[in-house]
């Protein structure tokens, strides 16, 4: 609302040439009437069928009008309209490259969200302007015009006409803003829908595997749920909305014929009663019905897409975007611009396998600064996997949020998901394809030298050596399980994502080799190591240590979970027991 009025302020000029324009809609909707009842009463009904003719040629030489009234009104429009559309375009633009400047590897997606707006949205917000200004334009001066007219002849039309005008008004009013709420969370809803489902399409191997099937489908079938409340209360706003059409389209009418032996009774007269009817059927109720067509219609639609631009701005960032967006604490994430975002928050968790079952973790919140090294410790079967999958974007959870780097893992696509975080699997996964073919396969424009990094840090070379090169043939058949996780180590290493989760995913690896592979993985430039810890050592490494108990949880360095955690100390005494 305060961008609109600044906006019109700024243009008052064009405005009032525009009203100037218009008074000619006036005068001529009132010559119609206004003949129309004086050719009756003064002319035909007085026996002075040439005073009635006459009349009746001054209303009609008043339609003559129209044709200049509309052309200046024409002329007028393009002050109010294109002002609007340069301006949107600027803002797009403006919106494009601070997206992209502030943050590159989404440069391609503000690309795309830049050609809809200088598009598609521009051009709608153009034209449904276009649309609100004349049809409001021309119910207020028409109304003018045929109220003063109806004033004249006879100040007790206004008696019977007004009241119901004036209520089927007020009820279309006070639908605008539930209906406008009402479409946006269906937008809101289809939108979340089509990026979860398009999330789900890319992951569905993962979710078989991980046996998150149902709590996908459950997810899923909550934003079709909210779809559907959202559109049964558009259906029931626009039943409202359709009685307040005829309210103020009908019933003005009907009161006006009813009411007709009273208003003769105190002395109207019977051109003022035609000429009523003829404001009523032939300028008002035409006007009104059209004006509230298009407010409906055309201002949900400028609404929900100036809406998309001011919110922009508001925020600093585009929808999905993290920076500036609210946090469940109230905080911000705009520390993703002003300082280093840490690694990995999360607040507010609750996973479980399904609806009824026991929750994995509960209210869990955690924050793992840029650089830090965790290691994850419970029993098994306690879900220790399944939160790698919640952290890394690959398993919704029932409740709560993840940011990873200040960025939320809910909305991107699985590409730049894999430019965010890598996730090992304990069961590593290895492609027929050449060695450095998979080395690279997150990054397949890796150079020559930061494959020969990765390979020297993880002392890959005897068994790049034994493969035949970098450029040999890789049989995954033929590897053994320690190797296919060592080059899948590897491929972390070469990957862009500043997040690293290991899954158990050196376990068929040798303390020593697990050792070395961890403190290559953590001296990485700009990493943030998570292990799921099979080995009191990882945890022994890590800079603190998260130890899952059931829906509880703890979090702290090793001594410290030594001191508060009985759990911590039990696995750690069968850590040292066991061979």
């Not at 008004?169 to 406008?180: R, S």
């Not at 999958?389 to 780097?405: A, C, I, Q, Y």
């Not at 603190?544 to 009985?566: I, K, N």
Request: net charge neutral.
């Amino acid at each position: 609302m305060p961008h609109a009025r600044s906006f019109l302020w700024r243009h008052r000029g064009a405005m009032l040439r525009l009203g100037a324009w218009s008074l000619m809609e006036s005068a001529q909707t009132f010559l119609v009437g206004f003949g129309l009842a004086r050719a009756l009463d003064q002319g035909f009904q007085a026996g002075r069928p040439t005073v009635g003719l006459a009349w009746l040629a001054v209303a009609a030489a008043s339609v003559l009008l129209a044709g200049p009234a509309l052309r200046g009104v024409f002329g007028q429009l393009s002050g109010l309209v294109e002002p609007l559309r340069d301006g949107l375009v600027r803002r797009a633009v403006d919106q494009a490259l601070r997206r992209a400047v502030a943050d590159p590897a989404r440069a391609a997606g503000a690309e795309r969200t830049a050609v809809s707006r200088l598009t598609q949205q521009t051009e709608i917000a153009r034209d449904s302007f276009a649309g609100l200004v004349l049809t409001v334009r021309s119910f207020l001066f028409t109304a003018v015009g045929a109220l003063a007219g109806m004033l004249t002849l006879a100040p007790e039309l206004l008696l019977v006409v007004l009241p119901p005008m004036l209520l089927g008004l007020v009820l279309f009013l006070l639908t605008l803003a539930p209906m406008a709420a009402a479409q946006r969370r269906f937008l809101d809803a289809d939108e979340a829908f089509t990026d979860r489902a398009g999330a789900l399409r890319g992951q569905l191997r993962d979710v078989v595997a991980c046996g998150t099937a149902g709590t996908a489908v459950a997810g899923a079938g909550a934003l079709v749920d909210e779809a559907r409340e959202s559109t049964r209360s558009l259906a029931r706003w626009t039943a409202v909305r359709t009685l307040a059409l005829g309210v103020a389209g009908q019933l003005p009418v009907v009161l006006l014929l009813v009411a007709t032996p009273w208003l003769r009774d105190q002395g109207v007269t019977t051109g003022a009663l035609m000429g009523a009817l003829a404001y009523l059927v032939q300028s008002l109720l035409p006007a009104l019905q059209t004006m509230m067509a298009a407010v409906g219609a055309a201002g949900s639609r400028l609404v929900v897409v100036l809406d998309r631009f001011v919110s922009v701005d508001a925020g600093g960032a585009d929808e999905g975007d993290p920076r500036g967006v609210e946090t469940d604490d109230g905080g911000s994430c705009a520390a993703a611009v002003q300082g280093a975002a840490p690694a990995v928050w999360c607040r507010g968790l609750r996973v479980s396998y399904g609806a009824g079952t026991r929750p994995l973790v509960e209210r869990f919140g955690v924050r793992v600064e840029a650089g830090e090294r965790i290691a994850i410790v419970g029993p098994s079967g306690i879900g220790k996997s399944t939160l790698a999958h919640v952290l890394s974007g690959l398993h919704t959870p029932d409740e709560g949020v993840v940011r990873l780097g200040g960025r939320p893992v809910a909305g991107p696509s699985p590409r730049e998901l894999a430019r965010m975080r890598v996730l090992l699997p304990q069961r590593a996964y290895v492609f027929a394809g050449s060695v450095r073919e998979n080395l690279a396969q997150l990054e397949p424009g890796a150079g020559d030298d930061l494959i020969a990094r990765a390979v020297a840090a993880l002392d890959l070379g005897s068994l790049v050596d034994r493969l035949g090169g970098m450029d040999a043939a890789v049989d995954p058949a033929a590897l053994s399980a320690g190797e296919r996780q060592a080059l899948c180590l590897g491929r972390a290493y070469v990957s862009p994502a500043p997040l690293l989760i290991l899954d158990e995913s050196t376990c068929h690896l040798d303390p020593a080799a697990e050792a070395h592979a961890e403190e290559a993985l953590a001296r990485r430039p700009n990493t943030t190591l998570i292990v799921i810890a099979h080995r009191l050592s990882s945890a022994l490494r890590a800079d603190r240590v998260l130890v899952l108990d059931g829906a509880g949880t703890a979090f702290g360095t090793h001594e410290s979970l030594l001191r508060d955690s009985p759990l911590y100390r039990d696995l750690a005494g069968h850590w040292k027991v066991s061979p």
